[in-house]
């Protein structure tokens, strides 16, 4: 039994050793990995923090609108006979897009056209026999309101006839098509969106603090989605409502979007930067410098090692608004600082790094 006890606990104490031996020697490894790639310089772009000149401006939410746009619809019922357009056509003013079944109305139309040609052709008989005096005032007025009753419901069957097409109301790009022939379209319902892409305006709201800033001809810029949307998209201000809205207390405005850009469309969420005060100095890097992550930004500071060249230095920083291509630097930065602008997939903290600016890096 002792002898059974002994090998036990020999066997124990084997296997912690050799777990001890393995986790050693993977220790070494790593050691010896870290000590290789220490050696490793890695190649970057790099700039220097400096100041410029920055409009202070206050973010607000907003709208991309168009100046005309519409959802489609007949004002009739029936059944859909013709489709003469497909989705996101570009369509000129008067085009005719769809017609429903106009049943008894092209006949009717002829009909009252035939009394109509009548109606005149009387009328005008009874002014000849009028002027030798040869019928009474009476029944020269009843032909001639006999023939303005024609005429009139020549106009009216002309009427329902045109309700029973769809023609374009004015020149742009159409929607996605979601009707068909043979399907039976119900009066006001909606055929297909069309909007006119060349005129757009960007709608928001300003606090009623600021209003007093906002000024029709004040230039503003958008980005579609986030603020640190790369895009920026300039507009300007051309009108102001008449009042402040009570319900938020807050006025709105609207802005012409500037320049042709067929990737802004209508409907889409815009954040607005509008200018509140001059311009002042301010730290500014550019916006490929910054690494946004949840749990804060920051940026690769480059510092010269002992001897010669350079080692990059994770740095927390704290930003604010977007200025075109760079961002304002708020903390965690010194004017004439150099920071990494490119290459800093690459890059741990503590790495060497070579400046090359001469290449692009991915």
Known sequence: MRKVFVLAVSMVLAFFAAIFALYR???????????????????????AVRYARVDPRTA????????????????????????????????????LLLSVDAGALPGRLKGAQADAAL???????????????????????????????????????????????????FSGVLGLRDVYRGQYLRAGSPVVELVDPREL???????????GQVHTGTDVTFALGSERARQQYSARIFALNTRVDRRNRALSVRARILGDHP??????????????????????????AVAYHSYGDFVYVLRRRKGSGWIAQEARIETGSVQGD????????????MIVTAGQVKLHDGDSVRINNAVHLD
Request: proline share 3%; no cysteine.
């Open 201 to 211: 305006y960007v709608d928001f709201s300003v606090p009623q603090g600021a209003a």
């Open 263 to 288: 990737f802004v469309r209508p409907g889409t969420f815009a954040l607005v930067q509008l200018p509140t005060a001059a311009a002042r100095r301010r730290l500014v890097i550019p916006r490929v």
């Open 25 to 47: 020697w993977r220790e070494h490894r790593q050691d010896a990995r870290r000590a290789q790639n220490a050696h490793v310089i890695v190649t970057v772009s790099a700039t």
């Open 119 to 169: 109606a005149r052709e009387n009328y005008e008989r009874a002014r000849n026999v009028y002027a030798i005096r040869g019928i009474s005032t009476a029944a020269l007025d009843k032909a001639k309101y006999q023939a303005m009753a024609s005429a009139a419901k020549v106009s009216a069957l002309q009427e329902s006839l045109a309700d029973t097409m769809l023609k374009a109301p």
């Open 60 to 95: 607000v939410v907003g709208e991309i609108v168009a100046a005309r746009g519409t959802e489609l619809s007949l004002q009739s019922s029936g059944v859909i006979r013709r489709i003469v357009f497909h989705s996101g056509q570009r369509v000129r003013a008067g085009q």
């Open 326 to 337: 760079d961002v304002v630097v708020r903390s965690g930065l010194q004017a004439g600082e």
